[in-house]
């Protein structure tokens, strides 16, 4: 299933029903993935064709607040994270008026089992599920939006992502249901911090390596429909420090969205 633009650019406001979970044990908000790392994510601008975005991180002891303005919107969103026992709170405003709420429940494991997100009306925005295996990895994610649900089966080899199985189910015309199969790239570069969201790591261990490319293929038809290609430059201390985003339409090999985000860390 073809993933929304829009979607996946609002995505970095509401980071916890993210499906790219990449992961290590749980720790307080406010400290990194590697424990031998200082380094925090605390900006990001991303290039697009619609404009520049700009997201501001900062960190206070179990809270994380970030705050993302759009070139295309003259409103400010902003995110909190606030980690309590056994859980973590957080709610999106947009101009200080309520939009999300969402109440992540972390098992036992120390990862995240459970995502529920609400509306400022409190309906329902999704309802997300996660689990593992007994080595800490992220092995399935059931995502319910409603109307339509994304059910993915992670599969993985020599530490990273080998490929996925995403069952989606649409509620209201069950004549779109599909199943892809997404299969996975990697470079040799080791990824050293998330940099695109903040609790990557609350959902399972750490991937070895950054992603160089993402390959669609409809499961019925076992043909490619889009491949997605990932460029990375990374600073003396193995940070991301800017990706470009390539997202090609097959078999044809157009071109139709390239994204730049350009990172940068606190310590």
């Not at 520049?52 to 960190?59: F, G, L, P």
């Not at 999106?92 to 995240?112: A, D, E, K, M």
């Not at 490929?163 to 990824?191: C, K, L, Y």
């Amino acid at each position: 299933m073809k993933t929304s633009y829009k979607t996946r650019s609002f995505c970095i406001t509401v980071s916890l029903v993210l499906l790219m979970a990449s992961c290590a044990k749980q720790e307080d908000i406010s400290k990194p993935k590697e424990a031998e790392k200082l380094y925090r994510l605390s900006e990001i601008i991303r290039i697009t064709a619609s404009g520049t975005d700009t997201t501001m991180i900062t960190y206070h002891d179990n809270e994380v607040m970030q705050n993302t303005r759009y070139s295309n919107n003259t409103a400010v969103y902003t995110t909190r994270y606030t980690k309590g026992n056994g859980f973590y709170n957080s709610s999106v405003t947009v101009n200080n008026q309520p939009s999300l709420l969402s109440y992540s429940r972390i098992h036992p494991n120390g990862f995240i089992d459970s995502v529920y997100s609400a509306r400022a009306d409190k309906t329902i925005n999704s309802i997300s599920n996660y689990y593992y295996d007994n080595s800490g990895y992220c092995t399935r994610i059931i995502s319910n939006y409603v109307t339509y649900e994304n059910d993915y089966s992670i599969y993985y080899e020599n530490g990273n992502y080998k490929h996925w199985i995403n069952n989606f189910r649409n509620f209201i015309t069950p004549a779109q249901h599909r199943q892809d199969s997404i299969v996975f790239e990697f470079t040799g570069v080791p990824d050293k911090v998330s940099y695109k969201i903040n609790l990557a790591d609350q959902f399972g261990k750490a991937l070895k390596n950054l992603v160089r490319k993402r390959s669609y293929y409809n499961r019925l038809t076992r043909s490619l429909y889009q491949t997605w290609e990932y460029q990375y430059k990374v600073n003396e201390a193995g940070l991301v420090t800017e990706e470009v985003w390539n997202v090609y339409d097959q078999p044809a090999m157009k071109l139709v969205r390239t994204d730049t985000s350009r990172m940068k860390y606190s310590y």
